[in-house]
């Protein structure tokens, strides 16, 4: 009676997945491309893609071109590498710690990020571009290992776990305002508030080269310990006597959140619910196995970001709402929802 | 595969759990481990399993140590049912049994064909494949004990420890599930509450306080006085005139 189970995924119909897959990634970017406060006809995208990738040397309007490949080209890529990165936190965080509610910014690691940043941007230690994203690795590190031991000296528990979090959260975004108090000068103040609030505005390609190879390396590091991942469904000790090394995954995948989720709050600022939504609405679709969800959940964050940094620029006309705003929006009823269907289930 | 204990010892803090047991299980052979509540029973086999960390003494797969072997190795040989199994996740039947293929599959073995088979096969020794596709939130204690025993099956262990299995499990299903393990030709250790079951094992060793007391064929093991001084009760041994096997009957005197 093994036909009750799902259906197996076989080469060909994987094929034809990662085939989708792929086309509603590509689908997505180009909206993301075409659609905005000035509408370009898909023919003068083509140009410009022509021009660029193949030298074409089609006669397109220079401000079109401008508009298309230096903004919002990156800035649509930028949301793609973001969403994915974030999503992929979300079902690492819920596999390991075993907590519905886990994702990198209810654990504190986005808000570790942020102060991390904050405090290279103000306090000029390194500086630059990878000065920031380094701070911001490590601030979320901290933050993760701060929550992580109170959680365990609490008892251990998943409730203890979200507490721990939360007051993790607490203090980093404290001490971020605490930094930006005592030494930003207002404008200062101004630029890195509606920057936390996440921010795709000014993206440039050099974000774009920095951020896609992080969220790719993250990506295979999740796919190569999808069954892995499976085997913390019944807790660490059953993975261990399922043969995983606990301590060796843990570090990989942890490192692995740490690295997207520091790389993406350094580049866009802080975006929640797309770590905690996206992996358990593609539950629903593809099931809880790891095999399928690290795809489907990178998949779906992707394109969800792109849809929302879409709609941070067209909701009011004329100006951008920032994008961690258009997420909440839509993250906090999801957030709702997944707490009404685990009590369904409890 | 034999597994040997030597001096193995664990503590929660400064609180001793476990205190030099040494025990030796042959090939093949069937070791049911009794004692009291909270007499170490679980710690013990978590021990053989080498599940926890912090342990004193050393625990021998074949003769080799078990900290020399890397997790992989080990649960390629033994499988571990614990008593409480509990998860958030929406996983089917069958994809819980699907995880005791873990320590033989990588990204260069995927799960394929043999697999599948293998999981079937233990789905079905444990009566449970017509459930295959039953989520798993909706089984009964008992079913969910049957699937994680698939589950070390299609692990395809050597040694199989399994604490309390009968738990949750109607006396059908008891007696179905030790005849089982009984028939399986692989050793297995396992802790047991019910007496009369336990008679049904080669050896028996005894949990008190931390400490292993005794072991040895049921027969020995299982004296009146023991039973008296260690599980506080009165036994009496009744012989049953179909097959003159052994039976307790117990009586408990104090309150």
Wanted: net charge positive; glycine share 10%; proline share 4%.
């Amino acid at each position: 009676m093994s036909d009750l189970a799902a259906p197996r995924v076989t080469g060909r119909t994987h094929g034809l997945w990662v085939a989708q897959g792929a086309a509603i990634l590509i689908l997505a970017v180009l909206g993301g491309v075409v659609i905005g406060e000035t509408p370009l006809p898909l023919a003068t995208v083509a140009a410009v893609f022509a021009n660029n990738i193949w030298d074409a040397g089609l006669i397109v309007d220079p401000i079109d071109a401008g508009i298309i490949w230096s903004y919002r080209l990156p800035r649509t890529l930028l949301a793609a590498a973001c969403g994915a990165g974030l999503a992929l936190s979300g079902v690492v965080l819920q596999a390991l710690v075993r907590n519905a509610l886990a994702d990198p910014y209810l654990l504190g690691v986005s808000a570790g990020a942020g102060a991390g940043a904050v405090a290279v941007t103000i306090l000029g230690v390194g500086g630059g571009l990878l000065g920031i994203s380094g701070g911001a690795f490590v601030g979320a590190t901290l933050a993760f290992a701060v929550v992580a031991m109170l959680a365990r000296a609490a008892g251990g528990g998943s409730a203890q776990l979200v507490l721990a979090g939360i007051a993790g959260s607490q203090l980093f975004n404290a001490l971020t305002s605490f930094l930006i108090a005592k030494s930003a000068n207002a404008e200062q103040a101004r630029g890195i508030m509606f920057w936390l609030l996440g921010n795709l505005s000014g993206v440039r390609w050099l974000d774009v080269v920095l951020a896609a190879p992080v969220t790719a390396v993250g990506f295979l590091i999740c796919l190569w310990f999808a069954r892995a991942m499976d085997a913390f469904s019944f807790g660490v000790s059953s993975a261990a006597s399922l043969g995983i090394a606990v301590r060796r995954v843990q570090i990989m995948l942890i490192g692995a959140v740490t690295l997207m989720t520091a790389t993406m709050v350094s580049l866009v600022g802080s975006i929640g619910f797309v770590g905690l939504v996206i992996p358990h609405a593609m539950r629903f679709v593809v099931g809880p196995r790891h095999a399928r969800l690290v795809p489907a959940s990178a998949l779906a964050g992707a394109v969800f970001l792109i849809v929302a940094d879409i709609a941070s620029r067209m909701l009011i006309p004329g100006q951008v709402v920032p994008i961690g705003v258009v997420t909440a929006l839509v993250g906090a009823p999801g957030f709702a929802l997944i707490l009404v269907r685990n009590r369904r289930w409890s | 595969m034999r597994l040997e204990a030597k001096s193995l010892g664990w503590a929660a803090g400064s609180r001793p759990i476990v205190e030099e047991v040494s025990l030796e299980v042959a090939p093949g052979e069937t070791l049911g481990l009794i004692g009291p509540n909270g007499s170490g029973k679980s710690t013990l086999l978590r021990l053989l399993a080498g599940l926890l960390t912090r342990r004193t003494g050393t625990v021998l797969l074949e003769g080799a140590p078990l900290t020399t072997l890397s997790r992989r190795d080990i649960a390629q040989k033994i499988a571990v049912v614990e008593q409480i199994a509990e998860t958030s996740e929406a996983l089917l039947v069958r994809d819980v049994v699907e995880l005791g293929r873990t320590p033989w599959l990588s990204a260069l073995a995927p799960f394929g064909a043999q697999d599948r088979a293998i999981v079937t096969d233990a789905l079905e020794a444990v009566g449970m494949a017509q459930m295959a596709g039953h989520r798993w939130a909706t089984l009964s204690g008992g079913e969910r004990q049957r699937v994680q025993i698939a589950r070390a099956l299609a692990q395809r262990p050597r040694i199989l420890i399994l604490d309390e299995p009968t738990n949750h499990l109607d006396i059908h299903h008891q007696l179905s599930l030790l005849r089982l393990v009984a028939n399986l030709p692989v050793t297995v250790v396992m802790a047991l509450h019910d007496l009369n079951q336990a008679m049904g094992c080669d050896r028996l060793a005894v949990m008190d306080g931390g400490r292993m007391v005794a072991c040895g064929p049921p027969d020995e093991v299982l004296s009146t006085a023991r039973l008296a001084s260690i599980f506080r009760v009165q036994a009496t041994r009744l012989r049953d005139p179909a097959d003159n096997a052994t039976v307790f009957r117990f009586l408990c005197h104090e309150v």
